[in-house]
Nanobody, 122 residues
Framework: QVQLVESGGGLVQAGDALRLSCSASGRTLSRYKVGWFRQAPGKEREFVAIISWSESSTSYADSVQGRFTISRDNANNTVTLHMNSLKPDDTAVYYC???????????????WGQGTQVTVSS
């Protein structure tokens, strides 16, 4: 199995940038699709970004397209989310996920981290 631990969350102001990191232990992530999800207060969990094992393919939610960038370092078994131009609507608990699949217009994942809080003030 894979254990995922997120870090880098915090309180920032609108327009700021933040970098989230996810460190994995156990099975290597090199051949997994990995990504980020988030859950805002009173909202359902939503897909944020995904990256293939080869880093040749990425996908982003419309709400973060152009502002967020996902990357991975397979040698160090980590995945990173660079967030720019943060908005109050980005406030959520952000979860790292691995072994992501897409079916029936929904993303699912086999492994999840515990989440890290991102709060963006106006």
């Amino acid at each position: 199995q894979v254990q995922l631990v997120e870090s880098g969350g915090g309180l920032v102001q609108a327009g700021d940038a933040l970098r989230l990191s996810c460190s994995a232990s156990g099975r290597t992530l090199s051949r997994y699709k990995v990504g980020w999800f988030r859950q805002a207060p009173g909202k359902e969990r939503e897909f944020v970004a995904i990256i293939s094992w080869s880093e040749s393919s990425t996908s982003y939610a419309d709400s973060v397209q152009g502002r967020f960038t996902i990357s991975r370092d397979n040698a160090n078994n980590t995945v990173t989310l660079h967030m720019n131009s943060l908005k109050p609507d980005d406030t959520a608990v952000y979860y790292c996920a691995a072994d992501i699949s897409y079916s029936g217009n929904l993303y699912t994942a086999e492994y999840w981290g515990q989440g890290t809080q991102v709060t963006v003030s106006s």
